[in-house]
C-alpha cells in the first residue's frame, strides 16, 4: 500500500532529525531537504540558499538544474525574491511573475525564471528567532500560490532544518 502524503510527511521529519546526530554529511542533508520538498509540497523545485561567514549567500542545493540557474542568478544579480526574504527575515510569496508588480520589482529575476520555466516562487527564510541563516525556495510552473496546508508543512520543515544546520555549526 502506497504511503499518504502525511505519512511521506513524517517519514521526511524523521529523516531530517536523523541529522541532529553526530557523523550526517551537511551537503547531503540539504539536497535531501529540496528533493523531499518537490515530492511532497506541491512544487515543481526548489533551492536552498545559506549565507556563508561573511554574511553572503550560496547556493547549496537545488531540485533540478533549472532551480539552480535562477538560484545563481538571483545571487549574481543581487536581485530576487529571494534575496528580499533573506534580508527581511519574511516570506516573499510570488503567485504569478509575469504579473506587474514582480516583473518592475525584479526585472532581470521575473525574466530569469520566466525562462526557466516558473511562473511563481514562495521564498521562506530559515531563520532561528532573529538569526537569518538563508532561504528555502519553492518554485512553481503553474501561476497560483500554495495551499496553507503546503505553506504550514514547509514552513516546518524549513524549522527542522534550521536547527539541524544550526547544530551542525556549533558541533563544527
Known sequence: MAATVDERLAQTFVELADTLVAGYDLMEFLQ?????????LEVDAAGLLLADGRGALRLVAASTEQARVVELFQI?????????CYRTGQAVIVSDIRSDRPAARWPRFAAAAR?????????????????V????????????????????????????ATIGILQERAVR
Not at 525562462?115 to 538569526?131: C, F
Not at 500560490?145 to 527542522?160: E, I, K, N, Q
Request: one cysteine or more; hydrophobic letters at 45%.
Open 115 to 131: 525562462e526557466m520555466g516558473y511562473a511563481g516562487v514562495h521564498a521562506i527564510p530559515m531563520r532561528l528567532r532573529d538569526q
Open 76 to 84: 549574481q544579480n543581487d536581485e530576487g525574491p529571494c534575496l528580499d
Open 133 to 160: 541563516i538563508g532561504t528555502l525556495n519553492l518554485f512553481r510552473t503553474a501561476p497560483d500560490g500554495l495551499d496553507p496546508a503546503v505553506v504550514v508543512a514547509a514552513t516546518a520543515l524549513v524549522d527542522v
Open 32 to 40: 535531501t531537504l529540496t528533493d523531499r520538498c518537490v515530492e511532497l
